[in-house]
């Protein structure tokens, strides 16, 4: 979000991050490695940028055909397929769905890209979260929202010119409040009107359709019957100004352990019948000291279930996608996340070979860089994509993608 990628959350920017991993975290990435099917034969043995074996596929256009159609959503991917196909999405079909649930897509003022998905994909989407604002706590009683000067307004006309159901609801970080900022807000109900009140009269100046807001995981899981009070109080008047309400959530079990994570069934009793939609979290599985995948299939059924076992408010649930994935390199204990165009630079320049673990339902593959040693990388792929969206279909979820620019032109066809 220069924000972290949680996926709406926290604040740096997926560029420019660069992480340390411990040797242990290196052991289990090399049992992992090992351990799944056909992981023995992909290192090259050769760096393949030293002996000139650049792919040279040209690559390709828009298309007539959805990538669905031209049997390119396969478990055995090829490195020259991903790299000629990779921007040759269905020109013709670019606002027809399949997937009907609520959509929402992140949008970074740092990633032009994002914005120009929007403008030929815009009727895909329900929502689109500009990751623009904060809004700070400056004195008693005085809320200012601030990130005004990364509001796009022309841009926003243009969205609405092509696909007129499409609702503009930014991002809010609720940004350097201190512990006292929150027990202000806490204790008095007169600080929450004065929240609220900045809140609708900057979407009334801006003409957004609501807010999403990223405030729950600020706190570490701590307050939260407190919480729950402002958010539905904030809900309740938004509504009122007839706008959205989109609350930002962690996943419901931590990753790597079976423990209940910073937001559980009870906060999502609470608060299902009062906001419009929650952004799940559900990337961001592995990290640098536990190297893996980025969103095992089955820990995203899990947080799901979960929060909403009898499938009572499940529409309202965002599962989240990842549309950047991550590197880990064995030499040094590395890691970086990777977003589309540099992924696609890799597979130019190394015989990459994708390797499909079914437990997982994710891609990887591994290279050698000049003088770098071995890297893993997990990134998402198309045959990940879609069946992340056959999932949410059957748990009857909508879905949430971080974001929109880092991942690969023709991933909208599944849309």
Not at 195 to 208: D, R, W
Not at 222 to 238: D, G, M, P, T
């Given at each position: 979000l220069g924000v972290s990628r949680p996926g709406p959350a926290a604040g740096v920017s997926v560029l420019g991050m660069r992480r340390r991993c411990s040797p242990g975290a290196w052991l289990l990435l090399a049992a992992f490695v090992v351990l799944l099917p056909g992981a023995g034969g992909t290192l090259s043995k050769k760096d393949v940028r030293k002996s000139g074996g650049r792919v040279s596929e040209e690559e390709t256009g828009p298309s007539n055909h959805l990538v669905q159609d031209r049997g390119l959503v396969v478990t055995d991917p090829k490195s020259r397929d991903i790299v000629k196909e990779q921007k040759s999405y269905c020109a013709t079909k670019v606002n027809e769905r399949h997937f009907n649930g609520d959509v929402l897509g992140?949008?970074?003022?740092?990633?032009?890209?994002?914005?120009?998905?929007?403008?030929?994909?815009?009727?895909?989407?329900?929502?689109?979260?500009?990751?623009?604002?904060?809004?700070?706590?400056?004195?008693?009683?005085?809320?200012?929202?601030?990130?005004?000067?990364?509001?796009?307004?022309?841009?926003?006309?243009?969205?609405?010119?092509?696909?007129?159901?499409?609702?503009?609801?930014?991002?809010?970080?609720?940004?350097?409040?201190?512990?006292?900022?929150?027990?202000?807000?806490?204790?008095?109900?007169?600080?929450?009107?004065?929240?609220?009140?900045?809140?609708?009269?900057?979407?009334?100046?801006?003409?957004?359709?609501?807010?999403?807001?990223?405030?729950?995981?600020?706190?570490?899981?701590?307050?939260?019957?407190?919480?729950?009070?402002?958010?539905?109080?904030?809900?309740?008047?938004?509504?009122?100004?007839?706008?959205?309400?989109?609350?930002?959530?962690?996943?419901?079990i931590s990753p790597g352990s079976n423990q209940p994570g910073m937001f559980g069934k009870p906060d999502f009793d609470q608060l299902a019948p009062v906001v419009d939609a929650f952004s799940l979290m559900t990337y961001d599985y592995s990290n640098s000291h536990r190297p893996g995948p980025n969103s095992p299939i089955l820990w995203i059924r899990a947080c799901v279930q979960k929060l909403d076992p009898d499938a009572n408010w499940r529409s309202k649930i965002l599962l989240g996608l990842n549309f950047y994935g991550m590197i880990y390199g064995t030499l040094g204990g590395t890691s970086e996340p990777i977003v589309g165009h540099r992924y696609i630079e890799i597979l130019k320049d190394h015989k990459a070979k994708h390797i499909w673990d079914e437990k997982i339902a994710e891609h990887y593959f591994d290279y050698k860089r000049h003088q770098g040693g071995r890297h893993i990388v997990f990134y998402p792929t198309l045959k990940s994509i879609q069946t992340r969206l056959e999932l949410a279909k059957e748990l009857g979820t909508g879905i949430s993608i971080w974001e929109l620019g880092q991942g690969l032109d023709y991933f909208y066809d599944l849309l």
């Open positions: 992140y949008v970074t003022p740092w990633n032009n890209h994002g914005y120009e998905i929007t403008m030929i994909f815009g009727g895909k989407f329900t929502f689109i979260s500009p990751v623009w604002l904060q809004i700070q706590r400056k004195g008693v009683q005085l809320y200012h929202v601030t990130g005004h000067h990364d509001i796009d307004r022309g841009w926003m006309k243009n969205v609405r010119a092509e696909s007129n159901a499409v609702r503009f609801v930014p991002r809010i970080l609720f940004d350097s409040w201190t512990y006292r900022d929150y027990e202000s807000l806490f204790n008095s109900e007169d600080e929450i009107e004065e929240l609220t009140e900045a809140l609708v009269h900057t979407a009334k100046a801006e003409e957004f359709d609501g807010f999403v807001l990223e405030v729950w995981s600020q706190l570490g899981g701590q307050r939260r019957k407190e919480l729950v009070h402002v958010i539905r109080h904030l809900s309740e008047a938004l509504h009122k100004a007839k706008l959205k309400v989109v609350l930002v959530i962690p996943p419901a």
